[in-house]
């Protein structure tokens, strides 16, 4: 059970994973209760007031990672904010051709 979820972990908190959300925080708190296995995700301010939760919980224990990572993806990545559009990245000849463009041509005699 505890294989499946130190692998979940470790895929969330993978370099690559880490560098496209920075403020993603994970934490683990491993209890010795003999309660059911959970993984639980709080949500940032936007998300709860859509969800109207703070924070949503995975009873994990018959999961293995890769169902636990589609439930992620299914429930907890669709709470995303969109992305702004930064807008289009130009090429250094489309920017010397915009600011040509700008400049008046000569006149003609």
Known sequence: IWK???DFLFLLSTPRVVQTNPK???????????????????????AQEQLKVKDV??????LNTL???QLC??????????EEDTGKV????EKQK????????????
């Open 4 to 6: 499946r979820h130190r």
């Open 24 to 46: 993603c925080v994970v934490k683990t708190d491993v209890v010795c209760n003999r309660q059911p296995a959970e993984v639980k995700f709080s949500l940032i301010p936007s």
């Open 57 to 62: 919980r995975f009873l994990s224990t018959n």
């Open 67 to 69: 169902e636990i990572l």
């Open 73 to 82: 993806n299914k429930h907890i990545s669709s709470l995303a904010p969109e």
């Open 90 to 93: 130009l090429t250094k000849a």
């Open 98 to 109: 915009i600011a040509s463009a700008g400049k008046k041509a000569p006149k003609k005699k």
